[in-house]
């Protein structure tokens, strides 16, 4: 890359998982005394969908998160290309600045595993959030550095769990406000302030406790913007407006002069900086945010369980921000609301769902949609049945769905010993939306497998085998099982207590495509 005119000798990102633009409603002293003669943005566009990955994939590489590809689950398994046409900052300072100190403190150990690409040499450490600041104080004692990145997450942790702009939400911007104001204070006993950027910033917000806590994915008001905030010699007192995430990493380079790449969709903010823009080259502006689904009201709703009344749905979840989920249903972890094939959609590959299950004794039809990363392995899409680490189980029937088939499991029989189901289904699922149908049909012992509105599979069921009457459901992951989570986002889930026919699938077919 080449070097322009140097401008900053260092740059501090604070990154605040799941803050939104919640900094407003919180106590937050430091963030008022260090840019009180700073640029700041109270709506900041994140990315959408709006999760982790997404968002501080677009924040570090400055592009939106179709181009770079980024989800939870990638960012957690996979490291990311050194030779990606859509470098992260870190890898264009690197570049750029061979001798460059670069540091990346993060709790989300997914960040440093694979957003931030290896080999470049940056330093990588992974704690706790409120173990990350003694460390990093050490780290700036014995290091002039040019880019320090922090990643605190307990913000967001309280979001999922109380609701975003809960109180304990709040509590916890202003426990991170602290560690702001510790690094700061470090960098100004260096002598170090008048030459370095400091920035804050989320990388998405979150909805308020619907009773049993927040969420984000979508596109509210509160999950899509955040804050910026912006400090530093060359930095104009203003109020930002039409800033992105993905435009936060061409304001880095800018500060120290170094030209972004060409793949680069972000832009330095106008007004940020006092010499503007001119001396960088500046990209094409990227394409609007393509439409979203539109929203489907319950009433819409409604009609999918009147279309398929005689089918006998016994559970419908149409996966909607506004419910309605069943009662005994737990949320475990972190859950997403997405855009899905209708309304919106659920991402469960940070946690599930469970429930009671319907009595399915006589047989049962299962039918969803889902569109799995392409990095998913295999993910539990639902398991039916007792949990498997109860001395005498039931039988635990699982589907499951991986970037390229589909996989139907019965797990044992209840006194015998297991003759399980088990077969695959080669499809090519990645990023795409998929129609799934499992049909287990007791009287005539047959079980099918449907995958957009085909039959694709059909197994003979073994003549000993029965349904439990009390059940449990497991969607996302069966819980005996917790390394299956679906890297996916689910919608349209619906069990019914009819054995499907062809006849039943092309209603389905009609419905979808009307």
């Keep these: 890359m080449d070097k322009l005119k140097k401008q900053t000798k260092r740059v501090i990102l604070f990154g605040i998982d799941g803050a939104g633009t919640f900094f407003e409603q919180a106590e937050t002293p430091n963030i008022d005394r260090i840019f009180k003669e700073g640029a700041v943005s109270n709506r900041t566009l994140t990315e959408l969908p709006s999760i982790s990955a997404e968002c501080w994939g677009s924040m570090l590489h400055g592009v939106d998160c179709t181009m770079h590809g980024l989800t939870n ?11 990606s046409p859509y470098p992260s900052v870190f890898r264009v300072i690197r570049e750029a600045m061979p001798d460059a100190k670069l540091a990346s403190f993060c709790d989300w150990r997914s960040v440093n595993k694979g957003i931030i690409e290896e080999g470049l040499g940056v330093y990588k450490y992974n704690a ?3 173990d990350l600041i003694e460390p990093a104080i050490e780290y700036i004692n014995e290091n002039d550095f040019t880019l320090l990145y922090f990643q605190f997450d307990s913000v967001d942790g309280k979001g999922h769990r109380f609701g975003y702009g809960s109180a304990e939400h709040l509590e916890m911007i202003t426990v991170n406000d602290g560690y702001i104001g510790r690094i700061v204070d470090a960098v100004e006993k260096r002598g170090w302030l008048s030459d370095t950027l400091i920035l804050v ?12 806590g927040g969420s984000h994915g979508g ?13 530093g010699s060359n930095v104009c007192k203003t109020h930002l407006t039409n800033m992105r995430v993905r435009d936060t990493s061409p304001a880095i380079l800018h500060a120290l002069g170094i030209r972004q790449p060409d793949g680069w ?12 823009m001119d001396e960088i080259p500046k990209t094409e502006k990227s394409c609007d945010i393509p439409p979203r689904t539109a929203d489907v009201p319950m009433e819409e709703n409604g009609k999918y369980l009147t279309a398929f009344a005689d089918l006998d749905p016994v559970l419908y979840l149409p996966m909607e921000a506004d419910g309605p989920f069943p009662e005994g249903t737990k949320r475990h972890g972190k859950l997403y609301f997405v855009d899905g094939i209708r309304g919106q959609g659920i991402r469960l590959e940070d946690g599930y769902l469970s429930m009671p299950c319907p009595s399915l004794t006589d047989g049962f039809s299962l039918i969803c949609w889902v569109r799995p990363d392409a990095s998913l392995k295999r993910g539990i899409i639902a398991g039916i049945g007792a949990s498997v680490r109860n001395e005498d189980p ?6 499951s769905v991986g970037s390229d088939t ?12 297991a003759c399980p189901v088990k077969a695959a289904v080669p499809v090519n699922t990645a990023g795409k939306w998929i129609f799934l149908a499992l049909t287990v049909d007791i009287t005539n012992r047959k079980l099918t497998v449907w995958v957009d509105f085909d039959r694709v599979s059909v197994w003979d069921l073994p003549r000993d085998m029965r349904l439990p009457k009390d059940a449990g459901l497991f969607i996302g992951w069966e819980e005996a099982d917790l390394s299956c989570c679906l890297a996916a986002v689910l919608d349209d889930f619906c069990i019914c207590r009819k054995a499907l026919d062809s006849a039943d699938i092309k209603r389905f077919k009609e ?4």
């Design 73 to 83: 689950s990638i960012a957690g398994s996979v490291p990311y290309p050194s030779d």
């Design 128 to 130: 706790k959030d409120y």
């Design 201 to 212: 910033e989320a990388d998405h917000g979150g909805t308020p406790n619907n009773g049993e």
């Design 219 to 231: 596109s509210t008001d509160a999950e899509k913007y955040v804050c910026f905030y912006a400090a």
């Design 265 to 276: 969709t972000g832009h330095v903010p106008e007004g940020l900086f006092a010499d503007g």
């Design 394 to 399: 039931e039988p635990v029937f699982c589907l």
């Design 406 to 417: 589909v996989l139907l499991e019965e797990k044992g029989i209840s006194a015998k010993p």
């Design 511 to 514: 419905y979808y495509h009307r």
